[in-house]
């Protein structure tokens, strides 16, 4: 620790000299994905970046006694480009290759998570958001959000639950599932949703008996067929607010600064002035611990490993050649492990529907969240004011949160689960 005062000024002069965000958060401040996007600023870091963090270390480690030369490290380099001029998805917040691709159809695809065959899933690396909740007796399924997939082969396809129908809706989607609860169907029905159930014109059984019932699979291919036959041109999406790629890396590099300089001993003893690094999270949805998840914070990739509670990784064929056809994904495909950007945990009010079978989650309202990206965890509060507005994540303070760009992993925890890191 750096219990010298004045060196501890002298740190504090040089971050602030330089326009490096301070990594101490003061109550009542707005954390790093909040602040002011000043164009002026990125140009800055785009054509300086490498001179300012050359002379901070310089400085620093000029400052700094031998055994602290904590900033003798390389930082990951910041892209030059300046990106005001990019166009960038409204699902996952990366630049897109072309601007046509902004409000192509998406798509929200049950997908299952069952030990009876379901998995290892298939295409679930290019979902762009994926909410994952009990569907029943414990056992969570997936409600999977893709725009523009390139993937041979997506699925298993599974039925609907009503809860996962709220979430999909301001996503502007083709829902597409296999049958599913009475209440979920009448809600298909009745909110005149463009609606893809089990259809072997665009979908097709895997002959790969192991998957039991769990063997039916689209394609991109089908799937963009069926939007063309629909006249199903663009989608009205509604996405979450997004840190832009440099905002993103610089709030990485802060937080890299934070850590090797520890400085501010007095602030850092006061943890709830400061947002802390995770390295593991840890989600207990209530069901079988077979269902339980946890991620570990992989810092060369800025991503979150994905595992079950046992320790397996879960993975995921990924079938990159759109043109395979309807093939089995075994043996066509390879594995990969789920490794999302953003992994966010929404506590939810639930409990066990009126049939005593399936579950009932409450979708609107508001409730705790925890967002982590980046490295650390932004603790805060969902909000949903009706079926057909986009969930919000606010922070302590009320302001809504940036999402990082990327995948983004939502579970919803019941109450009586937990989200441990």
Same mark, same amino acid.
């Given at each position: ?201 665009? !979908? ?25 036959? !629909? ?106 492990? !789920? ?6 945990? !929404? ?75």
């Amino acid at each position: 620790m750096h219990k010298d005062k004045k060196m501890e000024e002298k740190l504090e002069s040089i971050i602030d000299k330089n326009g490096i965000s301070n990594p101490i958060k003061k109550p009542g401040s707005k954390n790093t994905a909040t602040k002011k996007r000043d164009w002026l600023t990125i140009s800055f870091l785009s054509l300086g970046i490498v001179f300012i963090f050359g002379g901070v270390t310089c400085c620093l480690i000029g400052l700094l006694k031998p055994e602290e030369e904590v900033l003798a490290v390389d930082f990951p380099e910041i892209p030059s480009s300046i990106e005001k001029e990019e166009v960038y998805s409204a699902l996952t917040g990366k630049v897109l290759s072309s601007p046509e691709l902004k409000n192509a159809p998406t798509f929200c695809i049950q997908i299952p998570n069952g030990l009876d065959g379901a998995r290892p899933q298939v295409g679930l690396t290019e979902a762009g958001v994926i909410f994952e909740a009990i569907a029943e007796a414990g056992i969570t399924r997936f409600a999977a959000i893709f725009q523009n997939p390139l993937s041979a082969v997506i699925g298993p396809i599974r039925s609907l639950r009503v809860y996962y129908l709220d979430w999909d809706t301001p996503f502007g989607c083709a829902i597409v599932h296999a049958g599913g609860a009475a209440d979920a169907l009448a809600a298909v029905r009745a909110g005149g949703y463009l609606d893809l159930t089990e259809n072997y014109n665009y !979908m097709y059984r895997g002959t790969d008996y192991s998957r039991r019932w769990n063997n039916l699979f689209t394609t991109a291919t089908n799937l963009k067929q069926f939007a063309s036959d !629909m006249g199903f041109s663009s989608s009205d999406l509604k996405g979450f607010p997004r840190l832009l790629p440099l905002e993103a890396e610089r709030e990485r590099i802060d937080r890299l600064i934070a850590e090797k300089l520890d400085i501010l001993e007095e602030a850092k003893e006061n943890t709830s002035e400061i947002i802390p690094e995770v390295g593991e999270i840890n989600l207990r949805l209530g069901g079988a611990t077979s269902f339980n998840v946890r991620y570990n914070y992989d810092a060369s990739s800025n991503s979150y490993r994905r595992s079950y509670a046992s320790g397996e990784a879960h993975e995921v064929y990924k079938c990159p050649d759109e043109n395979l056809g309807e093939v089995n994904p075994e043996g066509s495909c390879n594995l990969v492990q !789920m490794a999302p950007s953003v992994v966010i945990a !929404m506590i939810v009010d639930e409990g066990r529907a009126a049939d005593g079978y399936y579950e009932s989650i409450k979708t609107t309202g508001s409730g705790k969240v925890y967002v982590f990206q980046n490295g650390l965890v932004i603790r805060g509060t969902w909000e949903k004011a009706s079926k057909a507005e986009q969930i919000k994540f606010l922070d302590e303070n009320g302001v809504e949160i940036l999402l990082a760009p990327g995948q983004t992993f939502i579970s919803a925890v019941p109450g009586y689960g937990s989200v441990e890191f």
